[in-house]
């Protein structure tokens, strides 16, 4: 029998690795090494003095004994393999890697072990001891060809009886439906809803790559390059850039990119899109920024905008307030007009301190604030009209009764039944 180094990579015949197992003592016909290499086997009993993994130039790799050979170690390496020597010239070695003291022993005696039940089984145990677990399920795989009901090491291979038959976990699984996927078993609908993520977060980096360099380009000084980007940013649709474009926007100092930004993301039906322009219609405090904001929701006709506005009605910020008034008397919707009635005059509490203590009072009759108490901290409540919020009553009702909360109740209360506004998202 010829040589019987363990290689692995394209220096060995493709079918090999495709047969079915090979019992341990059979090793595989010794690869055809190139001329080059200038490769020489030579018959040897020296010892050992490590355990080496050669990767060669050629993508092969070959396991054995390292043999240090002083003058010679910087021209060629040479290996001590099971029955015999094997000499490689060093220029076609790629990497050379120390393997575990095990590995060696285990590819000496592999070779020698009998290929019988018995003898498998007790080389399966000794890999097992020694932390060689693949080495261990190969000869295990053996043991349950030579004998399919050795039973220990059917369990060792994680097999379970099933119906007076034999079948492993990942065969129990898939008989249940299921897949695996990325190392774990799953349901197919799981596993399309995980492709379905991965090349949304695909398609989303993408983006962020090419809005990047779209916003680069609005700053060249090439008219004709500034153009084009703003060309290729207005014609976006795809919601997976959404994200992206919410994210140039929250960082974007520039106000006519600001406008652009918004513009492009009020063309995307996408959640993300609609979220970012109704937070900035609130908070910005750009007045020309929150108008373009709403004028693209309202453009865009997108569904669910009453709902986050009318949350802000309750807002404590009273300017937050009557900017959400505003927001609302662009959408048109009357079934904002009784949560604006609720808003139209709002109390908003402040506490000053008052360190000269001693008891005080004091109310202003123009403005509606009073306070009370004595020395310290006071709780200041004042009442406060919104203008933008009766601006967007009168123009959803088509009638006028100023800040008279009890009127517009009233006059509310005669109408048919108002349509119950849904405070849920609805992007």
């Known amino acids: 029998m010829g040589s019987q180094a363990r290689v692995a990579g394209p220096l060995y015949n493709r079918a090999s690795q495709l047969a079915p197992l090979t019992p341990p003592h059979v090793m595989p016909r010794t690869p055809h090494i190139p001329l080059v290499l200038i490769a020489a086997l030579v018959a040897c009993d020296a010892r050992l003095a490590c355990a080496e993994s050669v990767e060669l130039e050629t993508g092969g790799r070959v396991e054995g004994a390292l043999i240090r050979d002083g003058a010679n170690d910087r021209s060629r390496v040479t290996l001590e393999l099971s029955n015999g020597r094997l000499v490689l010239d060093r220029s076609q070695v790629d990497r050379i890697t120390t393997e575990p003291t095990e590995k060696t022993e285990y590819t000496l005696r592999a070779p020698t072990t009998p290929d019988n039940t018995e003898a498998q089984w007790a080389f399966a145990l000794w890999c097992r001891d020694r932390g060689l677990s693949d080495q261990m399920r190969t000869h295990l795989e053996r043991v349950v060809q030579l004998d399919p009901n050795h039973e220990e090491a059917r369990l060792l291979l994680g097999y379970q009886q099933v119906n007076g038959g034999w079948v492993t976990r990942e065969q129990l699984l898939e008989a249940r439906g299921l897949v695996r996927y990325e190392g774990d078993f799953r349901t197919r609908q799981e596993v399309a809803l995980l492709q379905r993520k991965k090349l949304a977060e695909q398609a989303a980096e993408q983006w ?36 992206a474009l919410v994210r140039l926007l929250r960082g974007e100092s520039d106000p006519l990119v600001q406008l652009l930004l918004i513009q492009t993301l009020g063309y995307i039906d996408n959640s993300a899109a609609v979220e970012a322009l109704v937070s900035l219609s609130l908070e910005s405090p750009d007045g020309e920024v929150r108008m373009a904001c709403v004028e693209a929701l309202v453009e865009a006709e997108r569904r669910g905008l009453v709902g986050p506005y009318v949350r802000a009605l309750s807002s404590r910020d009273n300017a937050m307030i009557n900017r959400a008034g505003e927001a609302l008397g662009m959408l048109g919707e009357p079934a904002a007009i009784g949560p604006l009635i609720g808003a139209l005059v709002t109390e908003h509490r402040h506490q000053v301190g008052n360190d000269s203590g001693g008891d005080s009072y004091s109310l202003n009759t123009g403005t509606g604030q009073h306070s009370f108490g004595g020395g310290g901290p006071k709780i200041i409540r004042r009442q406060i009209r919104n203008p933008s919020v009766l601006a967007a009553l009168a123009k959803l009702s088509g009638v006028n009764f100023s800040y008279n909360v009890r009127a517009w109740e009233n006059w509310l209360s005669s109408q048919a039944r108002a349509t119950p506004v849904d405070l849920r998202r609805d992007f």
């Open 208 to 243: 962020r790559d090419k809005l990047g360099r779209w916003r680069r380009d609005l700053n060249s000084s090439r008219t004709e390059t500034a153009l084009d980007a703003q060309r290729r940013f207005e014609e976006v649709r795809d919601p997976a850039a959404a994200t």
